[in-house]
């Protein structure tokens, strides 16, 4: 990992650490540099790029790269170089399972490649020397541009189309009559595994960020009554401009959704920090406002778990009258009381 903090800057590699493993890969080097600014050609300075690692496979920098920095790293060092949203984009495109996600990703990667080719345009017209020249790279780069960009619009227009579809679906369910419950909370709290105790449904669950890209739906019957509940993919800060409009159509289930129950990780050390991403998300899909449950999970990895303190802690994020309801998803503490809270919100008890 290459990174530069700027002035008044904090850099947290951890998360871009979890990243790259969930890539498969092993951060051996950490090199950070305090600079004013990036430099323009190498990102971090040339004479701390000699301090990386021969014998590093992969350089990853902390922030989005231009099109000459990245091709000046690599050329100087002799090592591929990746930024922190290409290696988001890559573990997006090895998650994606369904149709709509794996359109979402090649969107996101074309948007991605146009911007660079922007950038690639200026280098060689810098190189075609004078004013109005037009040498022919930059024909290249500009014919390329517009096979992107009506690549773009095509899937554009897929993906518009598969969404409409899914609308259908979801209007069918609702004039069937069955309520629905989104699970959401920061990446890794405990989603899937939620699910899949509630639900009996077999998920994919792996130690990893992002391991839910798609939406899941699983049946849940309280008091007989059929409940669908689905799992929405992990919410995560400082999420790339590129995938943003992509998981703002994979929340569209979050906001037709009659009740969220927002799961937290009660072990991490961000409690607060991860809690705000969620409600900026739920916010920006005004679905803040919803029915909601707090669902304090993973209660058996703290020792003396005390629900006062952690109401304290978050009171500022929690509303006072919102439900906060401990469990462990895991071990399956917890449940009967969250199902009942369900109910109760979802007016399931027959009082309504
Ligand atoms: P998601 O990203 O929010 O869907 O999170 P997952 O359900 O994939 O869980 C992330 C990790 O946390 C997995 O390794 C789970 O086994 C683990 N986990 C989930 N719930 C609990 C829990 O209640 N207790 C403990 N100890 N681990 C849990």
């Known amino acids: ?11 947290d590699t951890e998360e871009l650490k979890g990243l790259i493993e969930a890539l ?55 090592i591929p170089v990746m930024d922190r949203t290409e290696v988001i984009l890559e573990i997006f495109a090895r998650r994606a399972k ?6 979402q990703v090649e969107l996101a990667k074309s948007y991605y490649k146009l911007s660079h080719i922007r950038g690639m345009g200026k280098a060689m017209s810098r190189l075609g020397g004078g004013v109005g020249t037009r040498g022919p790279g930059e024909t290249q780069t500009e014919k390329e541009a517009r096979a992107l960009r009506r690549k773009i619009h095509k899937l554009r227009q897929e993906i518009n189309n598969l969404i409409r579809r899914q609308e259908l679906v979801r209007e069918g369910r609702k004039r069937k009559g069955f309520k629905t419950v989104s ?11 939620l699910l899949r105790s509630l639900t009996r449904k077999d998920v994919f669950i792996k130690d990893m960020p992002f391991a839910t890209l798609d939406v899941k739906t699983g049946s849940l019957f309280l008091d007989g009554e059929k409940v669908l509940i689905s799992d929405t993919v992990g919410f995560i800060k400082n999420l790339p401009h590129e995938l943003v409009a992509s998981f703002h159509a994979t929340l569209s289930e979050v906001k037709e959704a009659d009740l969220l129950l927002i799961v937290f990780d009660v072990s991490s050390e961000k409690i607060e920090e991860e809690l705000k991403s969620v409600k900026a998300v739920l916010k920006k899909l005004n679905s803040w406002d919803k029915p909601k449950i707090f669902v304090a999970n ?18 500022g994020i929690i509303p006072e009258d ?19 809270k369900i109910k109760e919100m979802l007016s399931l008890s027959g009082e309504k």
């Open 1 to 11: 990992i290459v990174a530069v903090q700027r002035k008044g800057e904090e850099i």
């Open 298 to 315: 993973k209660i058996d990895k703290v020792k003396n778990f005390d629900i006062e303190a952690l109401r304290e802690k978050t009171a």
């Open 183 to 193: 699970i959401v909370g920061y990446t890794n709290a405990g989603k899937s595994t």
């Open 98 to 103: 369904t149709k709509e996600a794996k359109l």
């Open 24 to 78: 498969g890969g092993e951060v051996i080097q950490t090199v950070i540099q305090k600079r004013r600014s990036f430099s323009p050609s190498t990102y971090i300075g040339k004479g701390k790029l000699e301090e990386v690692d021969k014998n590093a496979t992969l350089i990853v920098a902390y922030h989005p790269l231009t099109y000459s920095q990245k091709r000046n790293i690599e050329e100087i060092t002799g």
């Open 322 to 340: 919102s439900p906060l309801v401990c469990i462990s998803a895991l071990k399956k503490e917890g449940l009967d009381e969250l199902k009942e």
